[in-house]
């Protein structure tokens, strides 16, 4: 059977906005999404590790990224609407349907982030005043807070990855079906690329996570002992080599393990091959600039240096997904060459709202670092 005729049909009005903008917003959305999820994807593992096992520096740490992680999910959450929405303007056709085959597992992300937020709640709200006495109950919480996010990222990575695999869809609907009717309990689980995928964004993740320990430290605690600071550096760069290596050996695994000879000779040839050798290459700028700590004066201009780094590293992870995702489409339609008709209004509105949440997003950023660095006030 072939994959055509459970593609959605093309509705009769032009997308809204110029391609050029819905890939622009699609990717940037993403990457200021990416960098909030990070920290709840591995650094929710990271902390509740460290307050388990950590020492004195450790636990002080984790109890700080704990008691931001409920704002921290917030951030996360409302920026992952901004690709969500180009992803429907544009890849209709190909999200709906994939989304329908596994509709319990897609429609379950709602279900499970509920109890997760309300887990790191718990948590944050046991460490508050700095009390740092833990019950069992909210351990526990804060423990299955961090299965439910990993659960959902798999589920996210699921639902993208089926998206993009158009040739898998026959198949898990002839399996999953009663008389026609998709049964939503379709996971492709055995699909090559959905492992390394999932465990590529985990080791990113983790690198986020290490730089967000010198943000932390460097902008957020400005009061730490310069043992907390040593402890600081010393456990990022351990930290951000192992997401790196990580992110490298899935990676590999991804490319010349899942990708098809000829989706590797079209990332491989002409402009595609220089956004592959970066996005190879990218996770070195942070950590060459980590090693540099030692000989660099001005360590606050460093670590912002290294969190600008880190997003150039989500930021070209993305586009190289998104230019993979219409590779990987184009044999069924050319996603970049719908029609187009602008649509003004909308496409201002959007605008003024976006600036002005990245605005407040600024803000409240803003007076977090105030009040950190004047607590008497």
Known sequence: MAPHPLIAPAGEAAVSAPMWFVEFFKVLGFTLHTIPMNLWYAGLLVALGLYTFGNEHGRRFSGRLMQQMPVIVAFGVNLGIVPLLFTQLAYYRFFYPATILMAWFWLAIVVLLIPAYYGVYLYAWGLKDGKNSLTFGRKLAGWLAAVLFILIGFFFANGFNLMAHVDRWPELWLNHQTAGAALGTAMDHGHPALLPRWLLMFGLALGTTAVWVLVDTVFFFPSASEEHKTWAWSFAKKLYTAGMIWAAAAGTWYVFGAWTAELRRAMFSGTPAVLTVLTALATGLPWLMMVMEKRHPAKRLLVAGIAL???????????????????????????????????????????IVFVLGLCVLAWMIHQAVKAHCNPAR
């Not at 880190?310 to 029609?339: C, P």
């Open 309 to 351: 780094a880190q997003v150039g590293v989500l930021a070209v992870n993305a586009i190289s997904r998104q230019v993979v995702q219409n590779i990987n489409l184009r044999e069924y339609f050319d996603v970049l060459g719908q029609k187009a008709e602008l649509q003004l209004g909308p496409l201002v509105m959007f605008l």
